[in-house]
Antibody
């Protein structure tokens, strides 16, 4: 059973960088055709996808955040990390890490979906 | 970016009711559409993937349908544990992955 756990500071000052880590257990982060994503949710609002990392280390980012986001992989610790720079109060949210599992349809295309999630970590941006 | 629009944003229903939630995509996403359930202070959980395929362990009262730009999630007989918020998500054109705004199902 795959499990994900977010860790990092609960409070970050405006203009600083928000660093979060997701530790994966129950499976190797570098095996399979999985993506590993960060998603956030401001209080009482919807879900916003931040970006993801493939098992090879390649990344995709949400264009709305791309200039401030870095997602990286540490296979030795079975972890992946998020760095969000120049934060403001608008970045206050619960941050989730999640795995994108998949199934291959009859045409051989991969159909991805978020099948495992961390419990989430609340990060507040405030001085 | 593909915009996902859910309706209604909230609804009130009783145990045993049939509930239908709609999700519309701003362009054709074929059936690259997933549904999630989220309970307060919890992470979302996967219900349906590829528009109509039931994720392992999800009760059969949940079903999904649709293709192109219009999709529905149906709960055939609402149970007490189904009161939650539901989100749709498209994976046809990424990045970015995009979600609908959510539908909150409340007790009548």
């Amino acid at each position: 059973q795959v499990q994900l756990q977010e860790s990092g500071p609960g409070l970050v000052k405006p203009s600083q960088t928000l660093p979060l880590t997701c530790t994966v257990s129950g499976g190797s982060i570098s095996s399979g055709s999985y993506y590993w994503s960060w998603i956030r949710q401001p209080a009482g609002k919807g879900l916003e996808w931040i970006g993801r990392l493939y098992t090879s280390g390649s990344t995709n980012y949400n264009p709305s955040l791309k200039s401030r986001v870095t997602i990286s992989l540490d296979t030795s610790k079975n972890q992946f990390s998020l760095q969000l720079s120049s934060v403001t109060a608008a970045d206050t949210a619960v941050y989730y890490c999640a795995r994108e599992g998949y199934y291959r349809d009859s045409s051989g295309y991969f159909r991805y979906y978020f099948d495992y999630w961390g419990q989430g970590i609340l990060v507040t941006v405030s001085s | 970016d593909i915009q996902m629009t859910q309706s209604p944003s909230s609804l009130s229903a009783s145990v045993g009711d049939r509930v239908t939630i709609t999700c519309r995509a701003s362009q054709n996403i074929i059936n690259y559409l997933n549904w999630y359930q989220q309970k307060p202070r919890k992470a979302p959980t996967l219900l349906i993937y590829a528009a109509s395929r039931l994720h392992a362990g999800v009760p059969s009262r949940f079903s999904g349908s649709g293709s192109g730009t219009g999709f529905t999630l149906t709960i055939s007989s609402l149970q007490p544990e189904d009161f939650a918020t539901y989100f749709c998500q498209q994976t046809y054109s990424t990045p970015p992955i995009t979600f609908g705004g959510g539908t909150k199902v409340e007790i009548k």
